[in-house]
């Protein structure tokens, strides 16, 4: 198990924590560890992203394990079967938390908890359009905490970039279940009053940050935009 980076965003006493993830949805681990070098610094959490895990597979997520040993690293492998192996894979390159869909079966759920649980692991599950408030408790009493919730970037590309109808209102609920919230899908630092007033945790931005022309600063303006949502 690696040793886990204190976050550096942890504002005033009984606010909600708010934390920033890095994703890394880039083709070559090269090109997604130079984005990574410019942020790290304004970051809490690095992501390899789904397209970075599918393009280059645990090589990715091992290389950023080596160059950045205390952060907390994400392998965002969306995972909907095969849950043990997957999540092993994951875990054994370097990884903290892995994803798993919300479409996964029960037993899948069931199989990567314990499986995060034995490698001292997490697991984050990804909300998409069409869950519900069973799967959430469902994955509570796996001992489960982490939910995402999401704008899809393919709706995105249709045209729409907009919050599935209930999301933004379920972060309270999906909280006082003792769940740890992370938001996610075309984030900036102008589009995060959305959330003001609201536990989400974990704001998670990829194009923001390794598209800009410096990412360093676009990653600091990302944390500065979270630190001052109220
Ligand atoms: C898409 C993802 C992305 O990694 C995440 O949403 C960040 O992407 P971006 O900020 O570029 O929209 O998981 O579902």
Sequence with gaps: MHTLRTSVHEGKPGATPRQVQLALDLRATATALTALEQAADAIDIIEAGTVLCLSEGMHAVRAIRTAYPNHTLLADIRIAEAGALLSKLAFEAGANWVTVVSGAAPATFATVAKVAAECGGEVQVELSEGWT???VQRCRDLGIAQFILHRSRDAEA??????????????????????RVSVTGGLTPTTLGDFAGRPAEIFIAGRAIYGADNPAAA?????DAVLAIP
Excluded at 219 to 223: K, N, S, Y
């Design 133 to 135: 408030w069973d799967l």
């Design 158 to 179: 249709a045209g729409s970039l907009a919050w599935p109808p209930g999301d933004l209102d379920a972060i309270e609920r999906l909280h006082a279940l003792g769940g």
């Design 219 to 223: 990653a600091l303006a990302f944390r």
